[in-house]
């Protein structure tokens, strides 16, 4: 799908594959670096991301090579999500414009009406898509708990403990459990198991200690919080209570796990990322969590 790409030799595109996930990665972090002033992409991501039954590298990537090189990617998911990134010494000569317009391509095609994308709040790919009528959905924030505060205990309500996941037996009352919750959310598109399989226990290198579980006595699972090790930090990947059990401190106490599981595994720092839609920016706020980067979800109407 390149038909809305205006390249100049030897620029060239293709639909990206499995043996570009080093590339992708390499220029992710490279522009993360450039306008984060830090990387906070792994390889996991993308080759977890990339191996979901719903997603389609052939239909819904492109990558911009130079030669050998690749410059620039972008992915559409669902017909509604874009992810689009150009090498920072490759900016300014219309591939961002390029890669923006294809994905307006993907989503018509895909029977989409509605295109955005999550950006750092203040980066050169916010000001091109606000120039082109994107607009602002919600805000997101990256959070970090510091390495040096201390990790209180968890105090949760009596019967409710927590505990890791058990392969071959969880994944669907886990799986049940984040789909609720997030389903409250405003402009989010229901997740398909396999999807979720793909991307929690599926993902390269996953260990159950990093699926905590909150059940209660009956062993009804209540609450879920998956967890990745990212260099000496702890990535909290999602999080989620079921709604009739909140308010009850049984969130703040899979975030004291969790923080606690990775730093006994050497990640000293513990982060993770929100947006304005959840309400849970208080949550993380008043465990210890310091917001660190900001970024804001933008969207245009292809109506």
Same mark, same amino acid.
């Given at each position: ?9 030897p ?5 990206l ?9 390499a220029?992710?972090?490279?522009c ?10 792994d390889?996991?991501?993308? #080759? ?10 052939? %239909?819904?990537?492109i ?33 961002? %414009?390029?890669?923006?317009?294809? %994905?307006?391509d993907? #989503? ?27 607009a *602002?959905?919600?805000?997101?924030? #990256?959070?970090?708990?510091p ?9 949760? *309500? ?5 505990? *890791?996941?058990?392969p ?32 929690? *226990? ?38 989620? #209570? ?32 929100t ?29």
């Open positions: 799908m390149t038909a809305a790409l205006e390249l100049e030799p620029v060239f595109a293709r639909a594959r499995m043996t570009d996930a080093d590339g992708v990665y220029l992710v972090s490279r993360e670096q450039a306008d984060l002033d830090e990387v906070m992409i390889l996991e991501d993308i #080759v977890s991301d990339w191996q979901r039954p719903s997603f389609d590298l052939t %239909t819904q990537s990558g911009l090579f130079d030669a050998d090189d690749l410059i620039g990617c972008c992915e559409v998911f669902r017909a509604r999500r874009a992810e689009g990134y150009v090498d920072p010494d490759y900016r300014g000569r219309g591939l961002g %414009t390029s890669l923006m317009r294809w %994905t307006w993907v #989503v018509r095609e895909g029977g989409g009406a509605l295109v955005g994308q999550t950006v750092p709040e203040s980066s050169d790919a916010a000001a091109l898509l606000r120039s082109h009528g994107y *602002p959905l919600w805000t997101s924030w #990256v959070l970090a708990f390495p040096g505060n201390a990790i209180a205990a968890a105090q949760l *309500p009596k019967g409710v403990r927590i505990r *890791p996941f058990v071959g037996r969880d994944e669907q009352a886990a799986f049940q459990t984040v789909e609720d919750a997030f389903n409250e959310w405003p402009d989010r598109d229901p997740a398909a198991f396999d999807d979720w399989v793909a991307t929690v *226990p599926g993902r390269p290198g996953f260990e159950p200690w990093q699926l905590l579980l909150a059940t209660e006595r009956d062993g009804a699972v209540i609450g879920v919080c998956h967890l990745v090790l990212s260099g000496d930090s702890t990535w909290i990947n999602h999080i989620a #209570v079921r709604r009739d059990r909140r308010g009850l401190g049984i969130g703040r106490g899979l975030l004291l796990e969790a923080f606690a599981a990775g730093r006994s595994r050497g990640a000293h720092r513990a982060e993770l990322s947006d304005s839609r959840t309400g849970a920016l208080e949550l993380y706020r008043h465990v210890g969590m310091e917001v660190t980067q900001t970024f804001v979800h933008l969207a245009k109407s292809l109506g």
